[in-house]
């Protein structure tokens, strides 16, 4: 059983910049994979970001890509989602997500993982 805790958020204008942390408890974190994922009041929750479990590959959704990088410290059992030129669309609830998988697969639906964390708030004031 694998624990994710995110943080990180907050309140930023548009054009600033978040790092946002998901740490890691209770499983072998370099068997995992790992995404990041959004969710917005009253829509559905929609891929950002996503990471093998080696960090070799990655991939971002089409709104981020370019703005946001993902990366992961096996010895820290951490991931992060480093955000820059933020827009206020970017504002959602974000959560960190771990699948178990031993290969450089990338993740991009929510059915695909098996772990989530609690969420945490980003809001971008326009």
């Known amino acids: 059983q694998v624990q994710l805790v995110e943080s990180g958020g907050g309140l930023v204008q548009a054009g600033g910049s978040l790092r946002l942390s998901c740490v890691a408890s209770?499983?072998?974190?370099?068997?995992?994979?790992l995404g990041w994922f959004r969710q917005a009041p009253g829509k559905q929750r929609q891929f950002v970001s996503a990471?093998?479990?080696?960090?070799?590959?990655?991939d971002y959704g089409g709104s981020v890509k370019g703005r946001f990088t993902i990366s992961r410290d096996n010895a820290k059992n951490t991931v992060v989602l480093q955000m820059n030129r933020l827009k206020s669309e970017d504002t959602g609830v974000y959560y960190c997500?771990?699948?178990?998988?031993?290969?450089?697969?990338?993740?991009?639906?929510?059915?695909?993982?098996?772990?989530w964390g609690q969420g945490t708030q980003v809001t971008v004031s326009s």
């Open positions: 997500a771990a699948v178990r998988s031993p290969y450089s697969h990338l993740y991009t639906d929510v059915s695909s993982y098996d772990y």
């Open positions: 209770g499983g072998t974190f370099s068997a995992y994979a």
């Open positions: 990471i093998s479990w080696s960090g070799g590959s990655t």
